[in-house]
C-alpha cells in the first residue's frame, strides 16, 4: 500500500469541499470505492489516480508521497492567455533577476 494515499485524498476531497458523489461521478467510478480509496483498503488505477489529482489540483507524486518539490504551485484556472502571458513573462523576469 502506498503511504498516507486514502489521507491525501481525502483531505484533498474535503479541501476542494467535494462529497464522494460527486468525486464518484467525476471518475466514473462508485461512491463506495472513493470511500474504499480514502480508507486504504483499495487503491485506485493509475487512470483514476490521474483523474483525482486533476479534480483535487495536486500532483500525482504528492499523493503517491514522490513530491519532494516543497514550492508552491499556482494554478492557471479561469485565466485568460493574455493573463497567462503576462504572468508568464513576470515570473521569467523574476528567473532571470538571480542570475
Known amino acids: 500500500m502506498i503511504n498516507n494515499l486514502g489521507d491525501k485524498?481525502?483531505?484533498a476531497?474535503?479541501?476542494n469541499k467535494l462529497s464522494r458523489k460527486v468525486v464518484a461521478e467525476l471518475t466514473g467510478?462508485?461512491?463506495s470505492m472513493i470511500g474504499l480509496y480514502e480508507s486504504n483498503v483499495r487503491?485506485?488505477?493509475?487512470?483514476?489516480l490521474i483523474k483525482?489529482?486533476?479534480?483535487?489540483?495536486v500532483?500525482?507524486?504528492?499523493?503517491?508521497?514522490?513530491?519532494?518539490n516543497t514550492r508552491n504551485v499556482?494554478?492557471?484556472?479561469?485565466?485568460?492567455?493574455?493573463?497567462?502571458?503576462a504572468l508568464k513573462?513576470?515570473?521569467d523576469c523574476f528567473r532571470n533577476s538571480n542570475t
Open 13 to 15: 476531497r474535503i479541501q
Open 89 to 91: 513573462m513576470t515570473a
Open 43 to 48: 487503491q485506485p488505477s493509475l487512470n483514476i
Open 74 to 85: 499556482l494554478y492557471l484556472d479561469g485565466l485568460t492567455d493574455k493573463q497567462i502571458t
Open 9 to 11: 485524498l481525502k483531505s
Open 59 to 68: 500532483s500525482v507524486d504528492y499523493l503517491l508521497g514522490t513530491d519532494s
Open 29 to 31: 467510478v462508485s461512491v
Open 52 to 57: 483525482l489529482s486533476a479534480i483535487y489540483k
